[in-house]
């Protein structure tokens, strides 16, 4: 179990610009899950896969986001054209069914 | 709409004390309640759980009650050690169809262990 590995772990960018952030799960998981942190709030869903099917996605999800997770392995979360609000740590989780979800140590996002 | 809320942001125990930290929640569909313990610079770690069919879960030093009636569970740690220092989530969610998937976080207590 080498657990949930995202990167980059901080990235740093004009608003405007496109962003895009991996997060390969552990292994055996199926289930992967992004949620984003701002400060001093807990992590908010905005969406999850179960192997390459995206089968929720929260309305904060705006159509800014798009998540992918081809051949249901690793995953990849852009942001295209950011906004100051898109200001966050990104967090990815990954689960096999009826076990709880282990968290990757996040991507930090400043835009400027 | 905070469905849950951890109404204190921060808790300081002397070392050997029981570490006590609550949870409210408003929505009666939750069934599964989580706890998770994050430090800084690294992920939410997953600690505890409970199943809204029990009332009581122990695991070592850490133990979770569920009073469903007043939506509120509470973790206790005895007793509390410096590596205890994190802030912890309280998570819940609908355990429907056998699996656990998105959960609803609190926004989190800061517990610090003082020697």
């Known amino acids: 179990d080498t657990g949930v590995s995202q990167n980059p772990r901080h990235k740093i960018t004009k608003r405007g610009q496109n962003v895009t952030f991996r997060c390969d799960p552990i292994s055996e998981h199926n289930r992967l899950y992004w949620y984003r942190q701002t400060l001093g709030q807990g992590p908010e869903f905005l969406t999850y896969f179960q192997n390459e099917a995206q089968l929720e996605k929260s309305r904060l999800l705006s159509d800014r986001f798009s998540a992918e997770r081809p051949k249901g392995s690793f995953s990849t979360l852009e942001i295209q054209r950011t906004e100051q609000g898109d200001s966050a740590m990104y967090l990815c989780?990954?689960?096999?069914?009826?076990?709880?979800?282990?968290f990757g140590n996040g991507t930090r996002l400043t835009v400027t | 709409d905070q469905q849950v809320k951890q109404n204190s942001p921060s808790l300081s125990v002397q070392e050997g004390r029981i570490s006590i930290l609550n949870c409210d929640y408003t929505?009666?569909?939750?069934?599964?309640f989580l706890w998770y313990k994050k430090y800084p610079a690294e992920g939410p770690t997953f600690l505890i759980s409970i199943s809204s069919i029990k009332d009581k879960n122990e695991d070592g030093r850490f133990t979770v009650f569920l009073n469903k009636s007043a939506k509120h569970l509470s973790l206790h740690i005895v007793p509390s050690q410096p590596g205890d220092s994190a802030v912890y989530f309280c998570?819940?969610?609908?355990?429907?169809?056998?699996?656990?998937?998105?959960?609803?976080f609190g926004t989190g207590t800061r517990l610090q262990v003082t020697l």
């Open positions: 998570a819940a969610t609908r355990y429907h169809t056998g699996t656990a998937s998105k959960l609803t």
């Open positions: 989780a990954s689960s096999r069914e009826s076990s709880p979800l282990h």
């Open positions: 929505n009666s569909m939750f069934d599964y």
